[in-house]
Nanobody, 126 residues
Framework: QVQLVESGGGLVQAGGSLRLSCAASGRTFSMYVMGWFRQAPGKEREFLAAIRWSGGRTSYGDSVKGRFTISRDNAKNTVYLQMNSLTPEDTAVYYC???????????????????WGQGTQVTVSS
């Protein structure tokens, strides 16, 4: 069993930054891909970023490319999402997730992820 716990959400002004953390436990993650998604009220879940635990290969969604950075700390079994230049449109609940799917087009779809955190709220004020 895999447990994922997000933290770091909160209220920030437009133009500000936040760093989200996702602490993983329960399994060895060397074969996993870790992803970040978000969901705003009335909107579909959106892929933000993914990182392959082994090797650190990354991918980003178009809406966050150049503003958000995903990284991992192997020693702490933690994945991070650094978010810069935030706008009110970034307001959502942010989730981290884990999958064993082969790193490829499948990582963009939430349905391919087996484990999810509880989510953390990010609110960006104008």
């Amino acid at each position: 069993q895999v447990q994922l716990v997000e933290s770091g959400g909160g209220l920030v002004q437009a133009g500000g930054s936040l760093r989200l953390s996702c602490a993983a436990s329960g399994r060895t993650f060397s074969m996993y891909v870790m992803g970040w998604f978000r969901q705003a009220p009335g909107k579909e879940r959106e892929f933000l970023a993914a990182i392959r635990w082994s090797g650190g290969r990354t991918s980003y969604g178009d809406s966050v490319k150049g503003r958000f950075t995903i990284s991992r700390d192997n020693a702490k079994n933690t994945v991070y999402l650094q978010m810069n230049s935030l706008t009110p449109e970034d307001t959502a609940v942010y989730y981290c997730a884990a999958t064993q799917v082969t790193y490829g087009s499948g990582i963009y779809y939430g349905r391919n992820y087996d484990y999810w955190g509880q989510g953390t709220q990010v609110t960006v004020s104008s």
